[in-house]
């Protein structure tokens, strides 16, 4: 989101704190549209949830709790090793900074495969994908499958900006690798953070509403 | 006039600092985007402008005079998908919001030029899916894709033109947010939010709507993509989906979206009549936050679109109640700009009569949105031309009046030129005749029973829909005229010089056309903006 290059004043901005406040800004701005987004499927989900409730939970008991939490416990740490490259890019550390960037891209990636193939190849080969391979009968049968819509549309969406998110890490940490960050200059990495909290942020409403409704510990 | 404008000491000007092909493609200028886009929604606005004369010509006779019925409704589909995702959301914002924003808040760009320019691309990309689309056999769902019309039934392109639209948003979302920064953070030394011109008002309330609106229609078109690519049922009834939810997310950004058209030429109206009155503008206040409301009650009116669709009455009762609401701020505007005119030194240049022309039409517009909104009329009224000529009073006498306007009275800056004002005065005179011909009739028809999208019509409704017919093609000749003449007056036009209006704002104190960084000295403001009369802004 941040123009201009790293460290350097743009030709249009007074200042480097016009030029961060102006990228603090327009990824705010950004995010609100991805809340904006999410909303709109959160919304259609809550409409077929309320029509199709034992349908919804029958779907949900097809999922795994166990991988779900693993994977919110990825996620959750990832933060953590985020904001700690935040925290040493503005202080200027830069093997830190490459370390803990290292580490929020394997605890993406971890998450990201967890999800592809212990998540959604095992729904898919157990009948579990509608419109492709759906074989789950019985009498709620219709709801599940539109759990089951909005399961694989939100996840998704979900792990779609967890793979933007890891791509754009792997840029940056060769960005820090040839020492273009200094403790001014580190707008990239610092709205790489909002971006990468606001990803975990989702999934944090994603796995209550998608692996924990009609409770079935 | 301004003692500080001078001509430009070096000659250079953003126009003429580096020619060649690469040097507009690659530019990260704003002016020069502005430009980009001006050329390519003349284009979408053509294509849209053909498939309305076929229309036009179509219904001349009441067994349809030239289109097959499945080609008549592809026709009206292409025109509705160009004419408001192609043209009217991008125009004024993407030309005028563009060029002045930076200049008219003292800065030298938008706070995020390569994102402007990203935005320029994904517009064409958008445009390339479109006119895919349309070459490849066209789309028959009309401009608002109602499942399950549209994931079930229709024939054709569907998912590109969706897609298209679909990409369409993110440039418009990349502009809106591009703006709001650019007001937020760049604003000159001075420059007050109650010293800002109403046109950064009225941009910065449609970039909030663009913002926030535009990624549900891009939810709603994902999942139509979904549903049609693997044949699950989100909004199809016969796999227990719910084809209502998809009017409710479409409408949920294209209530909202009909201001992104509109707020944008009431921003240009608030410039263009206190200029020419030369007199500051009546209730500075009230113009401002009345942009403010009109965006944020605009998300809250979308259900007037499904009155007959199904929805719960309670909702219905809200949504009208609602309705009648947004239409309050729009009227304030509207009284607004007729007390600047009263006992104003009004000069009628052609900005002038488009700006007269928008209030009027727009009035027309706003009030017979009223008995749209009012429940019990609109059961008659619904899908029917009723429908058509209102929202065309909106768009067309409205907004597109105001982007001409604003066209008009910025010409000069932009290219430097003069164009014959007695053309263009004689320009907008075709227009506004052309225009009421065109639609009059076309709410006579609509009361009288005749529906929207229908290939064919009963006999008795011909005379009114010839004189619809004749009155587009005089409305057709009206936008042919400036295309002319304005494009003659860049090679053969005399120099503007920096103020040919007379006008305040910083735009105006800079040389026309500007330099690339818009200032030589970045400005410094100490006086509130429409000073005329007193003394006039100026630049320290
Ligand atoms: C003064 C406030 C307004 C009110 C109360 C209002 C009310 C309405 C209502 C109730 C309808 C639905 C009619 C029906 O389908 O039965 C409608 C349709 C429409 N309005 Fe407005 N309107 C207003 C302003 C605008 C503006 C500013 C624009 C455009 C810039 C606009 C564009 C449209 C369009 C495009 C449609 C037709 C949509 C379609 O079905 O294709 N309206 N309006
Ligand atoms: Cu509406």
Known sequence: MSDGRAGALAHHFEDLDQQHEASSLGMWLFLATEVMFFGGVFAAYTVYRGMYLPGFEAGSHHLSIKLGAFNTVVLLCSSLTMALAVRAATLGKRRHLITFLALT?????????????????????????????????????????????????????????MVIGIGILAVLIGMAARGRFTPEGSNAIEMTGLYWHFVDIIWIFLFPLLYLIGAHY | MTATATENSTGVNYLNVQYGIRSWLLTTDHKRIALLYLASITFFFLIGGISAVLIRIHLIEPQGALLQPATYNKMFSMHGIVMIFFFLIPSIPATMGNFLIPMMVGARDLAFPRINLLSWY????????????????????????????STTYANGQVMAAALGVFIAGFSSILTGLNFIVTIHKMRAPGLTWSRLPLFVWAMYATSVIQVLGTPVVAVAIVLVGLERMFQVGVFDPALGGD??????????????????????????????????????????????????AIAAISFLVWGHHMYVSGQSVYASLVFSALSFAVAIPSAIK???????????????????????????????????????????????????????AHFHYIMVGGALMGYLGGLHFWWPKITGRLYPDAWARFAALVIFIGFNLTFFPQFVVGYLGMP?????????????????SAGASILGVGYVIPLIYLIWSMRYGPAAGPNPWGATGLEWQTPSPPPTENFEQLPVVTEDAYEYGSKEAHVV
């Open chain 2, 334 to 388: 509207v009284f607004n700009w007729t007390a600047t005119l009263y006992k104003g030194s009004v000069s009628y240049d052609s900005p002038m009569i488009y700006a007269l022309g928008f209030i009027g039409l727009f009035t027309m517009g706003g009030l017979t949105g009223m008995f749209l909104a009012s429940l019990a009329t609109d059961i008659h009224l619904h899908d029917t031309y009723f429908v058509i």
């Open chain 1, 105 to 161: 891209l394997a605890l993406g990636l971890t998450f990201v495969g967890v999800k592809l193939v212990f998540e959604w190849y095992h729904d898919y080969e157990t009948g579990l994908a509608p419109g492709i391979n759906w074989a789950l009968a019985g009498p709620h049968s219709r709801g599940a499958e539109l759990f089951f819509v909005f399961y694989f549309t939100l996840t998704g969406i979900h792990a779609l900006h």
């Open chain 2, 122 to 149: 994904i517009y064409v990309v958008a445009g390339l899916f479109t006119v895919y689309a349309l070459i490849a056999g066209g789309v028959d769902t009309g401009w608002t894709f109602y499942t399950p019309l």
């Open chain 2, 243 to 292: 084809p209502i939810l998809f009017q409710h997310l479409f409408w949920f950004y294209s209530h909202p979206a009909v201001y992104i058209m509109i707020l944008p030429s009431m921003g240009v109206v608030s410039e263009l009549v206190t200029c020419f009155s030369k007199k500051r503008i009546f209730g500075y206040h009230f113009i401002a936050y009345s942009s403010l």
């Open chain 2, 452 to 468: 929207r999208r229908y290939a064919v019509y009963p006999e008795e409704f011909q005379v009114l829909n010839i004189m619809s």
